[in-house]
């Protein structure tokens, strides 16, 4: 049965997956890009940037492992970009410009329609109004057999928690401290009882927890 | 300069240092028990309970190193025991029995005066009403140039954290969900940007986060 898996979540030693104020000069928050430095240092991550270099070892093999048997992917609108409500217009076509690291069908959560987005390199934004299982049954099928990843926010994550329906969950855990922002573990006491941790490593500058859902 | 160091506090992934609902049966919360397993599994642990048996490595040295160099120790109220509100009697002497394993002075927070207590083995519970200043003060004294470690629970490392006076704090991350409980790092933001990460290492089954002062 294909899966949906959460990868390389990088969570703060408090907890927070991004710092607070998020805006355009902001996406991941005050302080949130502190969190991700150690993704931005591994071959895989740089690669597919076209950066020369970078580290290869455990954060990197985790990095690339997100990928792995992955045909389609979910993400919160907040996660798309920083526009809030309607969309003003359709000039908005994410973070990471013309040829988005993704190469496959990405369906974006969102309360206000807007016709797919087709970008090069074979990533398509499709954009669901409909609620997280509707965007899951679009994810899947996309992904013709592969695996789902789910991307962030915060938010959009505690959703599919909360509807049980997340079977693998990579958290890195970042040792700073962020002090406030976006939690990512609240209003998710359903998926207590739900979930092992089947790998625990630290690869000495990010602790990386993996659960597997048991129930 | 002694120091105020916090050793082996065991949070789980989602934060929470205790499970809800502490009471006399569950001293550590509904499944916080969870939360320390990996603790009883250690050698230094089981001799310090005159229990035989039990793991070296990684986990057990950082046992170790909670007791090398200290000369008391501070711990909340709600450490100390179940007892809430005034002291009905002077019966409760702490949850470890007529010799507990800390054999130098302790100092409980509390809002309600008592007589000290003298145990066996060198141990002393100390009653302090007016304030974390004061038991940082009183203890140091008695530590008599050893640092003091500063225990549980959440509340009062909160309350050391946001006073800017805890030098070293060691996290064990234990990989479990707990849904909710007591949050350790919860209106901490006054110590986000004051310690760094001084050590970061994984027993496979334990992440040990150890934070350092800087500013």
């Given at each position: 049965?294909?899966?949906?898996r959460v990868h390389n979540l990088a969570v ?49 093999d985790f990095i690339?492992q997100g ?82 990843r789910l ?15 997340v079977d693998e969950l990579h958290v890195a855990i ?23 941790c089947t790998e625990l490593a630290?690869?000495?500058?990010v602790a990386h927890v993996r659960l597997t859902?048991?129930?």
């Amino acid at each position: 049965m294909p899966q949906l898996r959460v990868h390389n979540l990088a969570v703060s030693l408090d907890g927070f997956a991004a710092g607070p104020g998020q805006d355009l000069d902001h996406p991941l928050g005050i302080g949130g890009e502190g969190l991700h430095g150690w993704v931005f240092a591994t071959r895989p991550f740089r690669e597919s940037h076209d950066l020369p270099g970078g580290d290869v070892g455990m954060d990197a093999d985790f990095i690339e492992q997100g990928d792995a048997g992955i045909g389609a992917t979910i993400m919160g609108r907040n996660m798309f970009g920083p526009v809030r409500g309607a969309w003003p217009d359709e000039t908005w076509t994410g973070w990471w410009g013309v040829d988005p690291p993704y190469h496959h069908p990405v369906f974006v959560l969102t309360h206000h329609a807007r016709p797919p987005v087709t970008m090069e390199g074979g990533t398509t934004f499709t954009f669901v109004v409909d609620g997280i299982e509707s965007a899951l049954e679009q994810a899947f099928a996309a992904a013709d057999g592969q695996d789902v990843r789910l991307g962030g926010g915060a938010s959009t994550i505690q959703q599919y928690l909360r509807a049980g329906l997340v079977d693998e969950l990579h958290v890195a855990i970042v040792p700073i401290l962020l002090g406030s922002g976006e939690r990512l573990f609240e209003r998710v006491s359903e998926a207590s009882d739900a979930y092992s941790c089947t790998e625990l490593a630290s690869s000495g500058s990010v602790a990386h927890v993996r659960l597997t859902r048991t129930a």
